[in-house]
């Protein structure tokens, strides 16, 4: 069974750059398939941030393109996810999940994901 | 980036009612479509991808329908666990976007 898990800091101050990471279990990330983060501001709805291969291919939300930094570690079985110049608009819940294939055809659909973590930025 | 709008924002319904939810994309999608559902506290859950498609271990109660820019999820016999709010998602092209979602709450 895929598991999901985020871990990193609960709160980033204002300018600062927000680092998350997200542990896989059950499938190796070497194996295939694209791996993503969203986000959700509280009481919101959902926004996805970006996606990223096990060869470090990426395609990001151009609205955070600027901004966002997302890697592989294929030893520890990680993806990670970085935001610069944060606000308190990026205040939100940040969920890692697996993109889905659909017959063997890459297909943004997330089917697996992780609890989630809350970021909050203040000062 | 494609729009996603739903409708009804939400909606109030009895166990064992049929539920209704609509969704429209901004330009055609094809069948590039999902439907989740998410309860309070909780990360989203896949239901529908396809449009039509029932993810693995979803009950039969719901299903999904349309092409093109409009699409529904139905519950056909809506059970206490179903309460939570359902969104839809395009995966027609990047950005993925999400609809604002749909609230399904006990009458």
């Known amino acids: 069974q895929v598991q999901l898990q985020e871990s990193g800091p609960g709160l980033v101050k204002p300018s600062e750059t927000l680092s998350l990471t997200c542990t896989v279990s059950?499938?190796?990330?070497?194996?295939?398939?694209?791996w993503g983060w969203i986000r959700q501001p509280p009481g919101k709805g959902l926004e996805w941030i970006g996606s990223?291969?096990?060869?470090?291919?990426?395609y990001y939300n151009p609205s955070l393109k600027s901004r966002v930094t997302i890697s592989v570690d294929t030893s520890k079985n990680q993806f990670s996810l970085k935001l610069s110049s944060v606000t308190a608009a990026d205040t939100a819940v940040y969920y890692c999940?697996?993109?889905?294939?659909?017959?063997?055809?890459?297909?943004?659909?997330?089917?697996?994901w992780g609890q989630g973590t809350l970021v909050t930025v203040s000062s | 980036d494609i729009q996603m709008t739903q409708s009804p924002s939400s909606v109030s319904a009895s166990v064992g009612d049929r539920v209704t939810i609509t969704c429209r994309a901004s330009?055609?999608?094809?069948?590039?479509l999902a439907w989740y559902q998410q309860k309070p506290g909780k990360a989203p859950k896949l239901l529908i991808y396809?449009?039509?498609s029932l993810q693995s271990g979803v009950p039969s109660r719901f299903s999904g329908s349309g092409s093109g820019t409009d699409f529904t999820l139905t519950i056909s016999s809506l059970q206490p666990e179903d309460f939570a709010t359902y969104y839809c998602?395009?995966?027609?092209?990047?950005?993925?976007?999400f609809g604002p979602g749909t609230k399904v709450d006990i009458k």
């Open positions: 059950g499938y190796s990330i070497s194996s295939g398939y694209y």
């Open positions: 396809a449009a039509s």
């Open positions: 990223i291969y096990h060869s470090g291919s990426t």
């Open positions: 999940a697996r993109v889905s294939e659909v017959r063997g055809v890459i297909a943004h659909y997330f089917d697996y």
């Open positions: 330009q055609g999608i094809s069948s590039w």
């Open positions: 998602q395009q995966a027609n092209s990047f950005p993925p976007t």
